[in-house]
């Protein structure tokens, strides 16, 4: 069965501060790995995912993450953060191959509060 | 609005009663997964359908609960005899074969 660990429970960042979220997965196969942000009051919205090629891929808002195979980690990261970036962020895989389901295992979430 | 939708968005009930909420997906997904949240912890996996078959349940899924999706189009999830540890938000997600799920805004489920 996957795993999702996410070691970063609360963070508080001052505005324009550099941001990275952990994310480690434990999975026999070849997964997908995405990671999900939830603002306050709305649902669950795809931020940015890997599939395969390039590991440094790129998602909304000026978000990167880096997936990184040999450490089975698929970090977060953002140069400059803004309060609008407040929110609950997830990391999330899904096996990858014919006749899976595709079901995300979800971390249990970092919540990102940004000061001005 | 082309997105997933979930009706109702809260529900309160009392113990021991039944209780139904429906997904609609969006239109061109095939997929269909539905998801539990508690409080502090990441949405966890219930059940899927492609179209109108039920493919996977997780144990979290006891005989309390059962999940449709006739004609592969909305899906409904009951609960059956609710019980306070049942209080969640439940969430449902649409997949095409890209493997990207879309969320819809769940159903706060209180069991009083």
């Known amino acids: 069965a996957q795993s999702v660990s996410q070691h970063n429970h609360h963070v508080i960042l001052s505005e324009a501060a550099s941001l990275e979220l952990g994310c480690n997965y434990s999975?026999?196969?070849?997964?997908?790995l995405f990671w999900y942000v939830q603002y306050p009051g709305q649902h669950l919205q795809l931020l940015l995912k890997?599939?395969?090629?390039?590991?440094l891929v790129k998602g909304i808002k000026g978000f990167e993450a880096e997936f990184i195979k040999s450490k089975f980690s698929f970090n977060l990261r953002k140069p400059s953060v803004q309060w609008s970036d407040t929110a609950e962020y997830f990391c999330?895989?899904?096996?990858?191959?014919?006749?899976?389901?595709?079901?995300?295992?979800f971390g249990t979430g970092t919540r990102l509060q940004v000061t001005l | 609005d082309t997105g997933v939708s979930q009706d109702p968005r809260h529900k309160i009930t009392k113990r021991g009663q039944n209780v139904t909420f429906r997904c609609d997906p969006i239109?061109?997904?095939?997929?269909l997964y539905w998801y539990r949240q508690t409080l502090g912890q990441g949405p966890e996996f219930l059940t899927y359908?492609?179209?109108?078959?039920?493919?996977?349940k997780s144990r979290l899924l006891s005989d309390r609960f059962s999940a449709e999706r006739p004609k592969g189009s909305f899906s409904t999830l009951e609960i059956q005899r609710t019980e306070q540890g049942d209080s969640a938000m439940y969430l449902c997600?649409?997949?095409?074969?890209?493997?990207?799920?879309?969320f819809g805004p769940g159903t706060r489920l209180t069991v009083l």
């Open positions: 890997y599939f395969s090629g390039d590991p």
């Open positions: 997600a649409s997949s095409s074969r890209t493997d990207t799920q879309y």
């Open positions: 999330a895989v899904s096996p990858r191959g014919a006749g899976t389901a595709s079901k995300l295992t």
């Open positions: 359908f492609q179209n109108e078959a039920q493919l996977e």
């Open positions: 239109s061109e997904h095939n997929r």
């Open positions: 999975y026999g196969g070849t997964v997908n």
